[in-house]
């Protein structure tokens, strides 16, 4: 039904950028807000930047400042700029699709690291 596939993962030294994309296709009604979350090895998943429908948004507090996340309607795609990542930013980065219920993507690994 509805697909959502994370592309843009990667290796990237500290203080380097990379930017993810989520493209949503299939059956798709009244997308309340899409999310980036992401989980590190032996933690759990947690919420990186939420954008509603409105496009407020949300950050948390270790991405502040250096995380964007965006939105293009017409694509149906949302982004996450990720610029002066840490190691600690090491994890698979998952998309989040919420309608009347929660869709995931696959996950894209990013791995930052000298």
């Known amino acids: 039904q509805v697909q959502v596939v994370e592309s843009g993962g990667g290796l990237v030294q500290p203080g380097g950028s990379l930017r993810l994309s989520c493209a949503v296709s299939?059956?798709?009604?009244?997308?309340?807000?899409m999310a980036w979350y992401r989980q590190a090895p032996g933690k759990q998943r947690e919420s990186v930047a939420i954008?509603?429908?409105?496009?407020?948004?949300i950050y948390a507090d270790a991405v502040k400042g250096r995380f964007t996340i965006s939105r293009d309607n017409a694509k149906n795609t949302i982004y996450l700029q990720m610029n002066s990542l840490k190691a600690e930013d090491t994890a698979v980065y998952y998309c989040?699709?919420?309608?009347?219920?929660?869709?995931w993507g696959q996950g894209t690994q990013v791995t930052v690291s000298a």
């Open positions: 299939g059956v798709i009604s009244n997308i309340r807000r």
């Open positions: 989040n699709v919420r309608t009347l219920w929660d869709d």
């Open positions: 954008i509603d429908s409105g496009g407020s948004t």
